[in-house]
């Protein structure tokens, strides 16, 4: 068991009560001081087990409202959750399913507004102006600044406050409403058929239902409909006079109260020749048609909930109906017309859109070469993210559609399919063997956990730190050798990932010879002999960045400035910059992609880079002027004070007595250094060299040091004063003087 702790986290927990899908097990969770959940996955399981004492969690609800809202929606379905309890962690048994806590009830519940995170467990980091409000709304009792979200890029287009001529997309209100409506004839499909015929006799737009080949082997109107079709009914291709009074037909028919549409942006079209979602009857499946309609209602449902159930019915209905004959790339347009903020399409458009500008490329492990379930929810679990930054070129699937639409693709066909590729990966099983690889549970980490590992700098300068990282997306830690410069690369590489997380840090040094085809991209030998085109450590944290836009990625740079970053970084060294971290930036490589193709690519916003410089290197040259406009730069000192000597004597078992003297004779000799005009203040020995890496043995301090001084510090000053070698042995002899 893992005991509470005092400390404060970065980490909260918004989490549902459902037990499975059963009734809500808020008031027996509250009652016996825990929660739980119910046959969780590997990965939920992972979340649990990572749940730390002292962490903040509450118990949401989640569902859509239209109507006495306190901010206009416009007629607008609003996603909203609802706060019912929050607390603290107590412990943790590391069971993969259960945890305790001291909760609070929340009565009546508080409603938050803009919810979108669809997960039985949501782990929210502070940091971010979004969740630091969340955090504050739930567990501080502050209010929601709801001007602030509803002009937010994500929400802007339904609910901001700009000119009615800046609001697009209305006609989702009414697709919307036709999907409602569309529902209740699930289980009256005769009287649905039987009301399009009836439609048909004024507009001979859907004479093209009327052409169906029976089992009977007579031809007539088709006896079964799926909903796709029918709404598919009006987006296909005629003239916008003729799908305005189709749908004025269907929504007075349907009882729909929303306007019809004045225009269609952003809405893909079916094929007149392929407008039916099934084939004719002779040649049909008889579950064919019902397992359409289970997709849509199952779509619905998932498209206002959070319930983990729900998701595993929407996955589990797509595949059921997924490469079936006539069902195809259609499907997700189906999806997008029924619920156009929730669903993506994947029309051709939207396909070279996707790939080509937004960098992200499809799996397709679904029949016939096509998307299943696992690889849809994967790219939208990649997309939403995104949607939510400033800078990036689209912020929602309609806008993405209409873009699409205008897109002039310079690589890829219209309607060509997308390869598979590792930008997207699916949850389910990301291994490639026959093996499965169980997941590892999230080690939380944070700025508590890097001074208590032994770091002699303040909080709030951590603290800052971490804000001018996240805020420049490029960081160097700068300082005389010894200052633990790499030690807290890493570390501060962790705790802007809040979880010690291995995989998302690649880190490499930089050396005179390391070239751009090492770093980025270039040609390598393979091994039949021939040369292949490998994608280097830089590249390989871009894509794994773009995969996963949820998580933090970090690149640690060691001794930044021995290479030339302008050559080794090449056209991505523009990039960096914090400005240009977005598709619209992106350009092309030196290299063509593996496949010959030249796709433009950018640095995603969730990948962060960190190098290292030691300013006392005189054979290094001054840093590229580009390099240093595009980091921030942060100076390290020696620390020796009263905190490196608590620390040493608490955790590394030096006397006190020791440590004062240790910390007196190299504060001394720092001082001579940055006295000396040949040298100054950057060749001052740093705290590094005389911390010990574990605990000593007693009575080995006085022992250990002076190994230090004749194997670390002697050398490194030898090479200060390589011209003058008597001013070096006479600052070693004042260490050691009485020692």
Not at 28 to 46: I, M, N, Q, Y
Not at 115 to 137: C, H, K, N, P
Not at 147 to 161: D, I, K, L, Q
Not at 482 to 503: H, I, P, S, V
Request: glycine share 6%.
């Amino acid at each position: 068991m893992t005991e509470k702790t005092s400390v404060a986290s970065p980490v909260c927990w918004f989490v549902g009560a459902s037990f499975g899908g059963t009734n809500d097990q808020t008031p027996r969770f509250l009652a016996e001081g825990v929660w739980e959940v119910d046959s969780p996955t590997e990965k939920e399981s992972a979340h649990v087990n990572s749940m730390k004492p002292g962490e903040r969690i509450a118990i949401k609800a989640a569902y859509v409202r239209k109507h006495d809202l306190p901010f206009d929606n416009r007629g607008q379905s609003v996603a909203v959750m609802a706060i019912k309890a929050t607390g603290v962690v107590l412990s943790n048994e590391r069971n993969g399913h259960s945890v305790k806590v001291k909760w609070s009830p929340v009565s009546p519940p508080r409603e938050w507004y803009f919810y979108t995170y669809q997960r039985t467990m949501w782990r929210v980091e502070a940091g971010e102006w979004s969740s630091d409000a969340l955090i504050a709304f739930a567990f501080e009792n502050q209010p929601q600044d709801l001007e602030r979200f509803c002009n937010a890029p994500y929400w802007r287009e339904r609910f901001g406050t700009g000119a009615p001529d800046q609001r697009r997309f209305g006609w989702t209100r009414f697709f919307e409403a036709v999907a409602d409506k569309l529902l209740v004839f699930r289980s009256m499909r005769a009287e649905l058929i039987a009301g399009l015929q009836e439609i048909g006799t004024r507009n001979d737009v859907l004479d093209y239902l009327a052409v169906d080949k029976r089992t009977d082997g007579t031809k007539g109107w088709v006896r079964d409909i799926c909903p796709f079709t029918v709404m598919g009914s009006f987006n296909r291709g005629i003239t916008d006079s003729n799908r305005k009074k189709l749908a004025a037909e269907l929504a007075k028919f349907l009882d729909v109260d929303e306007a019809v549409p004045s225009s269609f942006e952003g809405i893909p079209l079916l094929h007149n020749m392929k407008s039916w979602y099934f084939p004719f009857e002779e040649e049909r499946q008889s579950d064919h048609i019902d397992s359409l309609w289970e997709v849509f209602a199952a779509g619905l449902a998932y498209a206002g909930s959070d319930e983990a159930s729900l998701r595993v019915r929407f996955s589990e209905a797509f595949d059921r109906a997924n490469g079936r004959p006539n069902v195809g790339w259609n499907l997700t347009i189906g999806l997008y017309w029924i619920r156009p903020w929730s669903f993506l399409s994947l029309d051709g458009n939207s396909q070279a859109y996707l790939s080509n500008k937004l960098g992200l490329r499809l799996g397709k492990s679904g029949p016939k070469g096509r998307c299943a379930a696992a690889d849809y929810l994967a790219a939208m679990d990649a997309l939403e993210p995104r949607f939510k930054e400033v800078d990036y070129p689209v912020h929602s699937y309609p806008e993405m559609s209409l873009e699409a639409w205008t897109y002039q693709d310079p690589v890829a066909t219209i309607g060509e399919s997308v390869s598979i590729d590792e930008l997207i990966v699916a949850e389910v099983d990301d291994s490639a063997s026959d093996t499965v690889r169980p997941m590892a549970s999230l080690e939380p980490f944070s700025v508590s956990d890097i001074l208590k590992d032994g770091c002699f700098l303040e909080r709030d300068e951590l603290e800052r730190m971490l804000e001018r990282w996240r805020e420049k997306k490029n960081l160097i830690l700068q300082g005389p050798p010894g200052t633990g410069k790499t030690w807290l690369a890493k570390r501060l590489a962790y705790a802007l990932m809040t979880q010690k997380d291995e995989a998302r840090i690649r880190a490499v040094q930089f050396h005179p010879n390391l070239s751009y085809e090492d770093f980025v991209r270039g040609w390598r030998p393979a091994g039949d002999g021939k040369l292949s085109l490998v994608d280097g450590v830089f590249m390989e944290a871009i894509n794994a960045a773009k995969a996963k836009p949820n998580l933090k990625f970090v690149v640690v740079i060691e001794e930044i400035n021995r290479g030339n970053p302008a050559q080794i970084f090449g056209e991505l060294l523009t990039l960096l910059e914090a400005g240009k971290r977005t598709p619209s930036e992106a350009l092309e490589l030196c290299y063509a992609d593996a496949d010959g193709r030249r796709r433009a690519v950018h640095i995603p916003e969730n990948l962060y880079v960190i190098g290292t410089m030691n300013i006392a290197d005189r054979s290094l040259a001054l840093v590229d002027l580009a390099l240093r406009r595009r980091f921030a730069f942060i100076g390290l000192e020696p620390r020796l004070g009263p905190v490196w000597r608590d620390w040493v004597v608490k955790t590394r078992g030096l006397d006190t007595s020791v440590a004062q003297d240790i910390e007196q004779r190299v504060n001394e000799l720092n001082e001579a250094i940055a006295s000396d005009a040949r040298l100054g203040k950057q060749f001052r020995v740093g705290h590094s060299y005389v911390t010990p890496a574990h605990a000593l043995e007693a009575g080995s301090a006085r022992r250990w040091f002076e190994q230090v001084v004749e194997t670390e510090i002697g050398p490194l000053l030898e090479e200060y004063w390589f011209d003058a070698p008597d001013e070096a042995r006479k600052a070693c002899e004042r260490l050691l003087k009485g020692w």
